[in-house]
């Protein structure tokens, strides 16, 4: 059993929100992933949720390329709120298998355009338990 979570804009990555961004813009960020997971998780039905231990993959669609660290960075929002809704009694690696991220750039959507959103990360969470 599968559910793919999209979360758009993606979530930067954690180091970005140091100097002026501070506390408070990481914090906004995270309150709005969490929106966003629990929204679709809800949606799909708490009987579709796949049972841990959980593969975790992650594709993020953006216009230029992310450091793969940092797109693994940009997936905390989106583990804690699986771990704070309940789909997941803990984000440790008895509960979770993270893959090597994978990534696309779309230069259809540019930041100074208006129109669908500059970038999506993608996360996938499989039971490894079929």
Not at 34 to 51: D, F, I, L, T, Y
Request: net charge positive.
């Amino acid at each position: 059993m599968s559910l793919t979570i999209e979360i758009s804009p993606a979530p930067g990555n954690r180091n970005n929100y140091g100097g002026r961004k501070g506390w408070w813009a990481y914090h906004r960020e995270r309150v709005r992933v969490q929106q966003e997971v629990w929204a679709q998780c809800h949606a799909a039905g708490k009987k579709n949720w796949p049972k841990w231990p959980l593969r975790i993959r992650s594709h993020r669609i953006g216009y230029t390329k992310m450091d793969p660290t940092g797109v693994i960075e940009s997936l905390k929002p989106v583990l804690d709120a699986l771990v704070y809704f309940g789909l997941l009694p803990d984000d440790s690696d008895k509960y979770i298998r993270l893959e090597h991220p994978t990534q696309e750039i779309d230069r259809k959507h540019s930041v100074r355009r208006p129109g669908p959103e500059v970038s999506r990360l993608l996360v996938t969470l499989e039971s490894i338990n079929g």
